[in-house]
């Protein structure tokens, strides 16, 4: 036939056929003639019907012919077909008889120069980046160590077991929720989805781990769903996207909060060596413990500076008694003087006048006025001297107490930030201190405990004293 279709309408019986005689006798032949085959064209006029069917015109510059695509078919078909868009299908030709239409009914469609696949994966990639799923502002940052740690993955992959070993050798303490579910073929995606949303209830986990080991484009295709996409954005627990290699990408890495190369990677990322951890605490603990002792040092000696650079009060009371005492000698002995050089005086008057004694009572009343003057004098001074050192005693105090008090506030501040950062705080998270009482030293691995050693196991709440039976390295 060389490439030709040839075929000759012949009666069954005489006379005329009807319509659909002559169409059914077309079809017959048509499908008869004319194996399965791949056509090449452009496509127009697409359109999806309500029956689930697909319908669109294939053409090139000469030609054109109807394309029906069934339910089942259509369902297969990964990218979404547009207008203008050069395709290559497979399928049968046939005849539509209610109209007597030529039809190609086609089974399967690929993208021409690109696989379906990949198409597919862009198609998607660019309406979801354009809706604002990939948007870095909305990315959430994942806890520095989280409490429990939920996995979607399959029950029996090697990611699976590649992130129980990591995180377990990272930090046992870990709480895993394994949400087992289907990561390939048909399905997997809906169960994903599912196990998304059931861990969001759960509301145990603070981040999720979602994600499978490597594979082809087609195993890892159900992380490229849709679906999946919208779940993990919908998802009010962070999520950490572990597919595949590191030279895999896929929708859901694009929509994770954070995309790590391969489960094991994600495993890392989700925890911190606890080692680590104890190590860095250790040091913070004894960096703050030499920090307080030295600024309690340093606050001790302002305290005995200060307390040095104030005088008691009593003691100044006592010199200005003392300095009273010493005036009032002084007085008693200037008094004495002058009346004994007023006495002399007295005498040689008297040698010269025939009645001393007015001159005798005169000088009496003027030695009495001196010392009342002279007493007053005393009192006053003194008065003044007691009123000057209740003051000074009174603002000694007040100073004394104001930066009393603002030292007490300080060393209240250094010692409140020295039992938030003390080790010991860990004991109330559930953690506990285990103390060997054969060389009383904290036990960090269990190679330096014997079977039969005693430990001392030091809780929140209470004290616990157990026997080694049992050891693994």
């Not at 452009?42 to 669109?56: I, K, L, T």
């Not at 005798?360 to 000057?388: F, Q």
């Not at 036990?443 to 809780?459: K, P, Q, S």
Request: charged share 30%.
């Amino acid at each position: 036939m060389d490439g030709q279709l040839e075929f000759t309408l012949k009666a069954r019986r005489p006379g005329a056929l009807s319509v659909t005689q002559l169409v059914r006798s077309v079809r017959e032949t048509l499908e008869l003639n004319l194996d399965e085959c791949w056509v090449v064209g452009e496509v127009s006029n697409a359109r999806p019907a309500a029956s689930g069917h697909f319908y669109f015109t294939l053409k090139d510059a000469h030609s054109a012919i109807s394309i029906v695509m069934f339910r089942t078919a259509f369902r297969r078909v990964r990218f979404r077909v547009e207008d203008g868009m050069a395709i290559v299908a497979r399928g049968r030709v046939s005849l539509f008889e209610a109209r007597g239409t030529l039809q190609f009914y086609a089974e399967e469609i690929e993208p021409r120069g690109i696989g379906a696949l990949q198409l597919a994966f862009e198609q998607l990639k660019d309406r979801l980046q354009k809706e604002g799923l990939f948007d870095s502002a909305r990315k959430r940052p994942i806890p520095f160590l989280p409490r429990a740690i939920g996995i979607v993955t399959a029950l029996r992959g090697a990611g699976l077991r590649d992130m129980l070993t990591i995180i377990q050798a990272r930090f046992p303490n870990v709480h895993l929720i394994v949400r087992p579910t289907p990561v390939q073929g048909a399905g997997a995606a809906g169960a994903i989805e599912a196990a998304i949303a059931d861990l969001n209830r759960d509301g145990r986990a603070e981040v999720l781990i979602v994600g499978r080991g490597g594979g082809s484009l087609e195993d890892l295709w159900a992380f490229n769903e849709e679906r999946v996409a919208r779940a993990i954005y919908r998802s009010e627990i962070p999520v950490i996207s572990a597919v595949g290699h590191e030279i895999d990408y896929t929708i859901a890495d694009f929509v994770a909060d954070c995309r790590a190369p391969t489960p094991t990677a994600a495993a890392q990322m989700a925890v911190p060596v606890k080692a680590d951890l104890e190590a860095r605490l250790s040091e913070i603990g004894n960096a703050l413990r030499g920090a307080m002792k030295s600024a309690l040092a340093i606050e001790r000696r302002n305290l005995k500076h200060l307390a040095a650079r104030m005088r008691d009060p009593q003691a100044s009371v006592r010199q200005a008694g003392s300095r009273l005492d010493e005036l009032s000698g002084e007085l008693e002995r200037a008094i004495a003087t002058r009346l004994i050089a007023s006495r002399k005086q007295v005498g040689g008057l008297g040698a010269r006048l025939r009645g001393p004694g007015p001159m005798i009572r005169e000088y009496r009343r003027v030695s009495a006025r001196l010392a009342l003057h002279l007493a007053k004098s005393v009192c006053a001074w003194t008065e003044r001297t007691a009123s000057l050192v209740d003051r000074l005693a009174s603002r000694l105090r007040d100073n004394a107490e104001t930066v009393l008090d603002a030292e007490r506030r300080r060393v209240a501040e250094l010692a409140g930030r020295l039992d938030a950062m003390s080790p010991l705080r860990c004991l109330e998270r559930g953690y506990a201190a285990v103390i060997n009482r054969r060389d009383g030293r904290v036990v960090t691995d269990a190679a330096t405990v014997e079977v039969g050693d005693e430990l001392h196991i030091r809780l929140r709440r209470g004290q616990l004293r157990a026997r080694t039976v049992h050891r693994e390295v």
